[in-house]
């Protein structure tokens, strides 16, 4: 896996590039735009990561520019602007996700991973997801373990999904957020977790092997424990 | 509509006191011209009628009785319009001579000046005619009036009225119509001024004053004012600055220490240093929450609200974060009544609108006992939107309900429980930059230990833009001037019981 970390700061590029590379990333690093631009033509990348105050640039020119050739690999923004309306504008401007600084990394590679593997992923043809002996039927919108019919409600259902699609990653209490309940705001109590117990509690309560797990300090992931 | 408010204007008060004072100085100019024209004239009558009555005394003192008859019969042949009047009469009124037939009632009580009206027997006018003349009595008990027609006079007088009349009004109306139009050109200048400083003030902040380029006293307000902006987008961007560099010196450290925590947490295998390392991780994730919460808050009160505004239904936003946090209501065994009306929308950023209902209901929340209630209501109310979050909880005190809304104040009761002291300070800023208002009341006033909260958020109802009629007719555009018509309604109807 190659990624492509375009970067002025140099403590964070540095961070960067140390945390990917332990997390089994191939990467390069630009410190300017020119540069990343060039690299972005030349190679081919699984992930780019973009910070938007470049010197003499605004990251997202880069994006748009390696968007206009066709290029659909997905790009992560950072950006020290923390605004919600600087986020907005990131992911119009052809970003595909948003990260302010500073950041936690665990959030940073839990965004990664999300990243790298929907654009892995066969376009959403499937009609099952399976994790184990979970099984989704998303056409029938029925939830089954070990052949037993779960009843969730809607928000569970998409939920439960995201957590599927992701399986085998940490997924963070924000990306939930995001992607589930689709707002971007700071939950002044952890709300996320009451829905995942409830979640747990339909769909690991009655079985031998938990399948979603709390990853401490981080978020949750579904996955059976091996 | 537009001439009340004309009206209101300082500009138009004034000229409407400069109108009082010239037309009072006319009205006095006036009224002392027909007291000396008027004052003058009569003189002259009574000057005219004395030299008559030297005249006859002196034919009575050389001539006797038969002398003044006869001078008297003289004079009114010589004046067939009688215009001077003579009556001779004996002591019983009785006519010897004069041109009035009969002795004037008026006369026969009082010696010297009267004034009388004469019938249409004298002269030739043939209509009542005001007269003015001088009785006394001659030697022998006989007595004499002599005086003058002074009809003309009188409706010389009353021209002189109706003229002074007329002018006042016309002046009056000039003045008005002139301090109307002198102050219309003057609150137009003052309204560009104003619709200007309103666009700037909702956010608008490049945006300046346009001048005229005469230097005049408007332009140099203008002048003053756009300089005023400079200083303060000036100072603006200071605190902005200040703020990005809090939260850049701040932030960042934390983070790292955050991120090393993660490492620890994954490094250790022992299970007491990871419950440590968890909760040290948990107290950095809550010191960034406030931090972030503390800049987003500066980031909104320095931004106006220039903000990313869509067409939100505030009816389906409340309604998702109630979904969300149902959960940890029921967890809490406390009663969630939702009464949502899903039509209302309001214009606004969804995320910001979001953040701050969550933040009321996660208020609510954890400031009520287990087994409370709590009620999310969303209405529309005199044409404004209303989102109500009302609990059964611990409540704030009347003399605090001012101050939950500055940063890192607690009230006293809940100072035990987690939270940083932004939630409501965070929930104003939102207010506040899409023009709303806060309302804090206790909900069952009467309970001592817990009467609750009831928040009011107002919000202004989304409006789509009417378009702009282009008129035909020449400078027939219509401009929409933007009303900011808040309704100052302060009524709690929509209160269901």
Redesign the interface.
Known sequence: MRALVIEDDHDVATYLVKGLKESDFVVDHAADGKDGLMLAASEDYDIMIVDRMLPGMDGLNIIKTVRATGNSVPVLILS?L????DR?EGLRGGGDDYLT??????ELLARIDALVRRNRQAPETETVLRVADLEMDLLARTVKRAGQNIDVQP?EFRLLEYLMRNAGQVVTRTMLLEKV?D???????N?ID??IS?LRAKIDKEFETPLLQTV???GYMLREDT | MKILSQLKTSTFQLALLYMVVFATSVFLLLAFIYWRTAGFMTEQTDETIEAEIAGLAEQYRGRGINGLITIIRERVSRDPNAKSLYLLATDDYLKLAGNLSTWPEEAQVQNGWINFTLDDSVGWTGSERLARARVFEVQGGLRLLVGRDVQELTTLKRLIERAINWGMGITLALALLGGFMMSRSTTKRIEVINAISRRIMNGHLSLRIPTRGTSDDFDQLAENLNQMLDRIVYLMEGIRHVS?SI??DL??P???L??Q??NT?IAVDNDEA?DQ??KA??EADQLL?TF??L??IA?LET?GNA??KTEISLGELVA?AC???E??AE?KDQAFEQAISLDVKIEG????L??MV??LI??A??YTPEAGDIRVAVETVNGEAVLEVSDSGIGIPDSEKDNVFQRFYRVGKSRSL??NGL?LSLVSAVTEIHQGRIELTDRRPEEEENPGLSVRVYLPLYRPLKRKVLRTQQGQQSSAAEASDKPNSEDESGERA
């Open positions: 020290a923390g605004d919600v309306d907005v600084k500073p950041f936690s990394f665990t928000r309940w707002y971007h705001f700071d939950p002044q109590t709300v009451v829905h409830r401490r300090g981080a | 990005d939260a850049h932030r960042t934390l983070t790292r955050r991120n925590l993660e947490l990871r390392a968890t991780v948990a929450a972030n919460a800049l987003r980031r931004r903000a990313d998702d979904e969300l946090y959960a940890v967890d950023d969804r995320d910001l979001f953040q969550s933040n996660d208020n929340i954890k987690p939270g939630g």
